[in-house]
C-alpha cells in the first residue's frame, strides 16, 4: 500500500516537472527592430468560418508609426480566448509592415474576438481586437441556403461569380448582417415572412413566399444564421469569446 | 527505532480485545474506500456543480426538474453505443443553456440527429464508457480514439452519408479535392461502398508533348507549377536542377509526333488584340479557363488550365492546330470542338501567344541532353511516378505507387512516425503529411502541394472517414451516394454531343457538369425552332452570369441534327408539350395573368418582360418566352419548378391551376421584338 502511494507520489511529481519543463523549453521570441504606434487591420476580420475550422482567409494586421506610415520589423503577437489558434502566433512584420496569420477558432459557435498587440518605443501595448464569427451545424446549413436562394437579392456586394440583384429591386430588401433591423424582429415574424412572403407583414411582395420551396427545418437554419451574422449582435447572436 | 516498533505492536495487538478492535477498524477503512471513491468521483462533481450553477438561474425549476443525477447512459446494441458522456455534460438537451459559454454544461448544438438514437462518440468519438474526464477525451493504453476535434468533427458525417452532405461543407470540400488534386491517382481509396474513388483532374498525356511545348517549358513546369500558374493542381516534386534537366531531356525525346499534327502555319498568327480579346470573349473561354488580372486576381472557370502564361508554354503550330480542333489531339478532351474559321484561329492564337511572362523563362539554358542524361531521365520519371497521373509512352503505369488509404482513418498512432515536437494523433498526423509531406524524411516522393490550411484540413476532414466503421456499417444505417451515371447519347447526334463537350457543362440523365442547366428534360421544355435558332448564334439568357453558352458556329445540318435529337429523346414523362396551345388564349386569361406577374407574385424583382420598367437580373429575361418556352412546359414550371430542376432559385408558390393558367397565358404572349401580344391591344 505505501509502496503503491509512493510511487503514485513520484509519477506525480515526475509529471509535474516534465508538463513544467515543456512550458519552459519554447523557443525565445524574436526581438523587434523597429516600433510602431499603431496597429490596424488591413485584411481577413469579420469573416465567418465554421466552429472549430480555419477562416477562409488569413488575418492581415499593419503596424503604423504615428505619421501612418508602415512599420517592417515591429513585433505583432496574437492572442484570444482558450481554444483559437494562431499560425503563426506572433511575428515580426514584413517589408510592408504586415504580419498574416492563419485562425483557426474555437470549437463552440459565437463571436470570438481576437486581439493583436505590439509595444511601442515607450514599452506600452498597444492593441487591436477583431472580431471573427463561428457558426454551428443549423448556421451553416443556413448559409447554405442563403448562398442558394437569397443572397441574389439581399447581398448588395456584386462579386465576379454572381452579379447581386439589390440595385435593381424598388424595394430594397434588408442585407441578413443587418442588425439594427433584424434585431427587432422575432423569430416568428421572420419566419413568418420567409414562410409567406413580404405580403404577410405588410411589406414588400418582391420578397416571395418561400414556404413550399424550404421546409421548416430549412428556415430555422436561416434565422439562425441571420442572427448569428448580425451586425450590431442581438440579444439571441450566441456567447462572445474573448480573451479572459 | 527497533523498540519503538516493538512497543507500538504491543500497544495496538496487546491483548486479543484490543487486537479485535483495531483489526476490525482497519476493514471498516478499507470496505469505505469504495462508496469513498464513488462519493468523490469526477462525474458527481460535475452534477453538484450543475446543479449550483442552475440554482440562480430565472428558469431554475425547469431545469431541476429535467436534471436526473447518477450515471447517465445511452445504450445502442445496434450501433456498439454505451455513452456515459451525460453524467457530466448534463445539460446537452437544455436550449435555454445556449448563454453558458462552455462545455460541459452547454447544450448541445441543433442538429438533424437525436442524442438518443445516435449517442455522442458516434460523432465525438473518445471512449464513451468512460466516468472519468481523462479516460473518455484522451487516449489511454487500452483506448486509443481520443476525442475528435471539432475541426475534423464532419469526418463522422462522412461515415454513414456517402455522397455530398449539405450543412457539411468540409467534407464535401475535402472529397472534392482528393479527385480535383488527383490524390487518388497514386493512393488507391476504395470507398466504403465498394467503388474505388476516381481522380477527375485529367492530367493530359505526355506522349506527345514535343508537339505541344518546348523543353525549356518543361523544365520550368517541373521545378515550379505553381509559378507557371498559380492556379495550377499539378503538385511541386521540388526537383534539382539536374533533376529538371534530364526529365525534360527524356520527355521530350520520348514524344512522338501525332500525324497531321505537325502541320505549318496555316494562317499567320494575328497580332490585332482587340479583335482577339472580344473573340475569347465571345467564345466564353473564360466559362473555363482562368487569367490573372492586371489587379493580381484569377478570374474565370477551373475546367480547362490557366492561360495567364499560355504564351510562354504551347508552340504556335500547336495551338492553331488545338484551336481548329482539340480532339485531333486528345480525344477526351473536355474542350469543344469550335469549328473556328482560318481567321478566328488567327485572331485567337494571336491573342493567346501574347500572353507571356518574360521572366518565366528567362533563366532557363538547356544544353542538347546526352543520351546519359535522358537514360537517367526516364528512370527519374519511373521513380516519381509520373505515369501515375499522365501517359507518357513506353512507361507503365504503376500499380499501387502510393500507400492504399481506404481504412486511413483506423491507421494506429502506434505505426505513425511522428515529427518531434507535434502533437500524437493520427489528424494532426494526416495533417501535417498533406501540408510537408517531405518533413517526414527528405526520400520521400510525395510532393508538394499548395494547399490553404482550410483546404488541408477539409482533406484530413475526408481522410478520416475512411474507416473501418464506415466499411462495416450496415447498409440500412448508411445513405448511399447517388451514383454517376456514365450516360451516353447515340447516333450521330451523340458524336456531335461528344465533339462539342456538352457534358462539360450540361448535365443529362445524371451525367455531365453542373455549370449549365440539366438537359434531360429540355425537348419538353423549348420549341423547335429556338432551339435550332439557339443553337446556331445563342443569345443571353440569364444577363447576370459570366458564363454562357458559346457560339460553336454550327451548320444548318449539325444545328437540325441536333435539335431533332434533344426535341424526341430528352422529353419528361410529366409534361406533354403539345397538350397546350402556343397561342390563341382570352385576353382577359392574359390580362390577369399579367396582373398576377406584376402584383401578387412581384416576378418583376427576378425576371424582366418589359426592358423599360422591369429590373430582374436573376433568372432568364423573359421578353421573348413565348417563342422559348412550351406552353405545357411553363403551366408546370408554375405549379412546381423543383419538380422540373431540383434545386432551381425559383421559388414553389404553390398556385392554383387558374393562376398557373393565367400566368401561363400572359407569358405564352411574350413573343419578342416588342411585339408581344398585350403590346399589341
Known amino acids: ?244 | 527505532m527497533k523498540e519503538k516498533l516493538k512497543s507500538l505492536l504491543q500497544k495496538l495487538f496487546g491483548d486479543s480485545v484490543r487486537a479485535f478492535g483495531v483489526v476490525s477498524l482497519v476493514f471498516l477503512f478499507s470496505l469505505a474506500i469504495a462508496p469513498a471513491k464513488n462519493h468523490f468521483s469526477e462525474w458527481r462533481h460535475y452534477q453538484h456543480g450543475y446543479l449550483k450553477m442552475i440554482r440562480n438561474r430565472s428558469d431554475a425549476v425547469t431545469l431541476q426538474r429535467h436534471f436526473e443525477g447518477g450515471i447517465q447512459q445511452i445504450w445502442l446494441p445496434d450501433l456498439g453505443v454505451v455513452d456515459r458522456c451525460m453524467s457530466c455534460h448534463v445539460g446537452l438537451k437544455e436550449a435555454s443553456l445556449n448563454d453558458v459559454p462552455t462545455q460541459p454544461f452547454r447544450p448541445h448544438p441543433v442538429i438533424p440527429h437525436k442524442l438518443d438514437q445516435f449517442g455522442c462518440t458516434i460523432c465525438h468519438r473518445g471512449q464513451g464508457a468512460a466516468t472519468t474526464v481523462a479516460e473518455a477525451h484522451n487516449s489511454t493504453l487500452a483506448w486509443e480514439q481520443p476525442i475528435l476535434p471539432a475541426k475534423y468533427i464532419e469526418s463522422s458525417c462522412g461515415e454513414c452519408h456517402r455522397g455530398p452532405l449539405p450543412g457539411a461543407p468540409q467534407l464535401n470540400q475535402g472529397r472534392h479535392l482528393l479527385s480535383r488534386y488527383g490524390c487518388v491517382h497514386c493512393h488507391m481509396v476504395k470507398l466504403p461502398d465498394g467503388k474505388i474513388m476516381k481522380a477527375t483532374d485529367d492530367p493530359p498525356s505526355l506522349s506527345h508533348i514535343g508537339d505541344k511545348t518546348t523543353r525549356e517549358w518543361i523544365y520550368a513546369w517541373l521545378k515550379d507549377p505553381q509559378a507557371y500558374a498559380g492556379t495550377a493542381t499539378m503538385p511541386n516534386f521540388k526537383l534539382s536542377d539536374d533533376d529538371a534537366r534530364d526529365m525534360s531531356a527524356f520527355l521530350i525525346a520520348n514524344s512522338t509526333p501525332l500525324p497531321g499534327d505537325t502541320a505549318t502555319l496555316s494562317a499567320k498568327a494575328s497580332s490585332d488584340p482587340s479583335a482577339g480579346a472580344s473573340l475569347y470573349g465571345e467564345s466564353f473561354c473564360a466559362s473555363c479557363h482562368a487569367v490573372q488580372n492586371a489587379a493580381g486576381n484569377v478570374v474565370g472557370g477551373d475546367v480547362g488550365p490557366e492561360l495567364t502564361r499560355v504564351g510562354n508554354k504551347v508552340k504556335p503550330e500547336w495551338l492553331q492546330a488545338w484551336l481548329r480542333n482539340p480532339r485531333d489531339y486528345d480525344e477526351e478532351t473536355a474542350m469543344p470542338h469550335y469549328r473556328y474559321n482560318d481567321a478566328q484561329v488567327a485572331t485567337l492564337s494571336g491573342f493567346l501567344l501574347a500572353k507571356t511572362d518574360s521572366d518565366l523563362l528567362a533563366n532557363v539554358h538547356l544544353e542538347a541532353a546526352t543520351p546519359e542524361q535522358i537514360a537517367r531521365g526516364k528512370r527519374l520519371v519511373s521513380d516519381y511516378g509520373c505515369a501515375s497521373c499522365h501517359e507518357i509512352g513506353g512507361i507503365k503505369k504503376p500499380e499501387n505507387f502510393a500507400p492504399e488509404l481506404s481504412r486511413i482513418g483506423n491507421k494506429p498512432v502506434t505505426q505513425l512516425v511522428f515529427l518531434p515536437g507535434m502533437q500524437h494523433t493520427l489528424p494532426d498526423y494526416i495533417a501535417a503529411k498533406i501540408k510537408q509531406p517531405r518533413l517526414f524524411g527528405q526520400a520521400l516522393k510525395m510532393p508538394q502541394y499548395s494547399f490553404t490550411p482550410a483546404q488541408i484540413d477539409s482533406l484530413a476532414t475526408a481522410l478520416l472517414a475512411l474507416n473501418d466503421r464506415a466499411a462495416t456499417l450496415p447498409p440500412s444505417l448508411t445513405v448511399a451516394a447517388t451514383p454517376e451515371s456514365d450516360y451516353q447519347p447515340a447516333g450521330k447526334a451523340g458524336k456531335l454531343m461528344t465533339d462539342l463537350a456538352c457534358f462539360s457543362c450540361h448535365r443529362i440523365n445524371g451525367h455531365g457538369g453542373d455549370m449549365a442547366p440539366d438537359l434531360t428534360w429540355e425537348g419538353s421544355s423549348v420549341q423547335r425552332q429556338w432551339l435550332v435558332g439557339f443553337l446556331k448564334n445563342p443569345n443571353t439568357l440569364r444577363p447576370s452570369l459570366i458564363r454562357r453558352m458559346p457560339r460553336f458556329n454550327l451548320t444548318d445540318g449539325e444545328a437540325n441534327e441536333l435539335t431533332d435529337y434533344i426535341m424526341t429523346v430528352y422529353q419528361s414523362p410529366s409534361v406533354d408539350r403539345d397538350s397546350m396551345p402556343l397561342s390563341g388564349y382570352p385576353q382577359g386569361e392574359v390580362e390577369l395573368g399579367k396582373q398576377l406577374f406584376y402584383g401578387k407574385y412581384a416576378c418583376q424583382g427576378c425576371h424582366i418582360v418589359d426592358t423599360k420598367s422591369d429590373k430582374g437580373y436573376i433568372g432568364p429575361t423573359l421578353t421573348q418566352v413565348g417563342s422559348r418556352l412550351t406552353a405545357a412546359w411553363i403551366f408546370a414550371w408554375m405549379k412546381n419548378p423543383q419538380a422540373l430542376r431540383p434545386g432551381t432559385g425559383e421559388p414553389n408558390r404553390a398556385m392554383s391551376d387558374e393562376d398557373a393558367r393565367a400566368l401561363t397565358a400572359f407569358l405564352i404572349s411574350q413573343k419578342g421584338g416588342g411585339k408581344s401580344e398585350v403590346a399589341k391591344k
Open chain 1, 1 to 244: 500500500m505505501i509502496r503503491q502511494s509512493l510511487s503514485i507520489v513520484a509519477l506525480f511529481a515526475t509529471s509535474l516537472t516534465t508538463s513544467c519543463s515543456r512550458k519552459t523549453a519554447s523557443a525565445p521570441l524574436p526581438q523587434p527592430t523597429a516600433f510602431g504606434s499603431a496597429i490596424v487591420e488591413s485584411s481577413g476580420g469579420k469573416q465567418t468560418s465554421q466552429a472549430g475550422m480555419a477562416l477562409p482567409q488569413p488575418l492581415v494586421v499593419q503596424v503604423n508609426d504615428q505619421q501612418g506610415t508602415a512599420v517592417p520589423g515591429a513585433m505583432i503577437e496574437f492572442s484570444a480566448a482558450a481554444g483559437v489558434a494562431f499560425d503563426p502566433a506572433y511575428g515580426l512584420t514584413d517589408s510592408s509592415g504586415q504580419v498574416a496569420t492563419n485562425v483557426t477558432l474555437g470549437g463552440i459557435a459565437g463571436r470570438y474576438q481576437l486581439t493583436a498587440f505590439t509595444i511601442d518605443k515607450s514599452r506600452k501595448k498597444v492593441a487591436l481586437t477583431i472580431e471573427e464569427i463561428a457558426l454551428g451545424y443549423q448556421q451553416t446549413l443556413g448559409r447554405q441556403l442563403n448562398d442558394q436562394y437569397c443572397e441574389r437579392c439581399h447581398n448588395p456586394e456584386s462579386t465576379v461569380e454572381r452579379v447581386s440583384n439589390f440595385d435593381n429591386l424598388e424595394i430594397k430588401p434588408h442585407p441578413f448582417s443587418e442588425g439594427d433591423t433584424l434585431n427587432k424582429m422575432n423569430d416568428a415574424d421572420l419566419t413568418a415572412i420567409i414562410g409567406h412572403g413580404g405580403p404577410a407583414l405588410n411589406k414588400s411582395a418582391l420578397m416571395p413566399a418561400w414556404g413550399n420551396t424550404l421546409s421548416k427545418s430549412d428556415i430555422e437554419a436561416l434565422i439562425s444564421y441571420t442572427r448569428a451574422i448580425s451586425d450590431p449582435p442581438g440579444h439571441d447572436a450566441g456567447p462572445v469569446y474573448a480573451k479572459n
